[in-house]
């Protein structure tokens, strides 16, 4: 059973591990939301210029680690959910995979990139807009 950098523990804390990465990120955005609205009621520009883009950027690697390529952290959820769903040997198998053409991932990535350019921004737009919108209630 071939585990992506397995040290020790089960797929269920992997996949736990992986989304604290995202989590942060999106907690990152909400913060850099509530700092946007404290900034517009303060009457600043440049930080909220600064604060609007921590959401974006954050927001964006956010979305970008939840890629289910190898070595993102969605690798390591999806494994987990093939696990959970179609069993271990099913989940050994997307690793198997995955490692064997891991040194090809950054052109998979990239490929993902730019063939959902249109998608993905506005996927990051509406969640970034989303955040700066919780500044508002400040």
Known sequence: DLIAFD???TTAKMALIALAGPAVNFVLALAGGLAYGLAENLGSPLMGGI???SVGLNV???VFNL???FPLDGHHILRWGIGKTLGQPAAAAVDRFWHSVARYSFFGI???VLAFSGPLITLVRAISGFF???GGLV
């Open 7 to 9: 040290m020790g523990g």
């Open 51 to 53: 604060a609007m883009t």
């Open 60 to 62: 964006l690697l956010g």
């Open 67 to 69: 890629f289910p390529i």
């Open 110 to 112: 990239m490929a993902l």
């Open 132 to 134: 700066l919108s919780v």
